[in-house]
């Protein structure tokens, strides 16, 4: 058991339109990774955040952004969804250290983009 | 650039058999490198990672995992596959500074009695 959790458990949207999804970390995990994961594809990196900053992005553009609040939990905000935006969203929570220490996953938001 | 390749998209055995999955990565420095399983309906569960030292690894649920640098492979094994391992299975690879992460597409393991 993990204790990282996510919410929405599913959503659906509009091309458009913007959604903000939301994580919270297992306690005392102080970096949040976010992937999107494509049907039959692995999870892509979208972001990590360590202590409220981001410390890394992958290859996605601008309008994928998030936050990290002070009790380490956090959101990813996609704007202007497009179809190609329907996944599954995963994030990951990490104990402190070595930032490529244990990562531990919550069960994902499922987004499906109409 | 860094990268992940798993060659094998779905494999079949039989319960009881052993199993090897296989992973690839491209990284200009000594990777991280990690197993993940995911089950229908769930987020991914962390099988083994190596980092450094024995380059074999023994990680959860009997698995284990042996890290050839010369062949930049990192390939999963259990010697007697459970019915209850099917699932779909993904390797993955971090830089060093630990602010990047790369998955490969996965395996999906079918389990026959």
């Known amino acids: 058991e993990t204790g990282v959790t996510q919410s929405p458990t599913h959503l659906i949207k509009t091309r458009g339109q913007q959604v903000t999804l939301r994580c919270s970390s297992q306690s005392g995990h102080n970096t949040v990774s976010w992937y999107q994961q494509a049907l039959g594809q692995g999870p892509q990196f979208i972001f990590q955040y360590y202590r409220e900053e981001e410390n890394g992005r992958g290859n996605f553009p601008p309008r994928f952004s998030g936050l990290q609040f002070p009790n380490y939990s956090s959101e990813l905000n996609v704007n202007a969804l497009e179809l190609d935006d329907s996944a599954l969203y995963l994030c990951a929570s990490s104990i402190p250290g070595l930032p490529t220490d244990t990562q531990y996953f919550g069960p994902g938001t499922r987004l499906t983009v109409l | 650039a860094q990268s992940v390749t798993q060659p094998d998209i779905h494999i079949t055995v039989s319960e009881g058999a052993s199993l090897e999955l296989r992973c690839n990565y491209s990284?200009?420095?000594?990777?991280?490198l990690f197993w993940y399983v995911q089950s229908p309906g769930q987020g991914l569960q962390l099988l083994l990672k190596y980092f450094s030292g024995d380059t074999l690894v023994q990680g959860i649920k009997g698995f284990e995992a042996e890290f050839k640098r010369s062949q930049s492979s990192f390939n999963l094994r259990k010697p007697s596959v459970h019915w209850s391992d099917a699932a779909e299975y993904f390797c993955a690879v971090a830089t060093n500074t630990g602010n990047q992460f790369y998955f490969g597409t996965g395996t999906s393991l079918t389990v026959i009695p």
């Open positions: 990284y200009g420095a000594t990777p991280y």
